[in-house]
Nanobody, 117 residues
Framework: QVQLVESGGGLVQPGGSLRLSCAASGRVNAMGWYRQAPGKQRDLVARITRGGITTYVDSVKDRFTISRDNAKNTVYLQMSSLKPDDTAVYYC??????????????WGQGTQVTVSS
């Protein structure tokens, strides 16, 4: 079973930057970052295919950048101009193809991002 390990969360002031990383223990397909604020559902933030095609939710366009290193099975989320509304637990997810050719989804454990002065 492929596992995902996230890192890079923390406390940052409004307008600041953070970089999240998510390393997979094996080969993965598309990877994404989701976030969940207290009392709210988990929503997609950004997604990147293995070929580098990216998708962003409107609220983070021009502020966040998703990228990946396929050789390291790692995805990154560079977050800039952070706002208090960005405060949430950020989760990494990835699609994995098993030996039978079926794809399943794996999730990381989550990393807290808090934007506050």
């Amino acid at each position: 079973q492929v596992q995902l390990v996230e890192s890079g969360g923390g406390l940052v002031q409004p307008g600041g930057s953070l970089r999240l990383s998510c390393a997979a223990s094996g080969r993965v397909n598309a990877m994404g970052w989701y976030r969940q604020a207290p009392g709210k559902q988990r929503d997609l933030v950004a997604r990147i295919t293995r070929g580098g095609i990216t998708t962003y939710v409107d609220s983070v366009k021009d502020r966040f950048t998703i990228s990946r290193d396929n050789a390291k099975n790692t995805v990154y989320l560079q977050m800039s101009s952070l706002k208090p509304d960005d405060t949430a637990v950020y989760y990494c997810n990835a699609g994995v193809t098993n030996n039978l050719g079926f794809e399943y989804t794996v999730w990381g454990q989550g990393t807290q991002v808090t934007v506050s002065s």
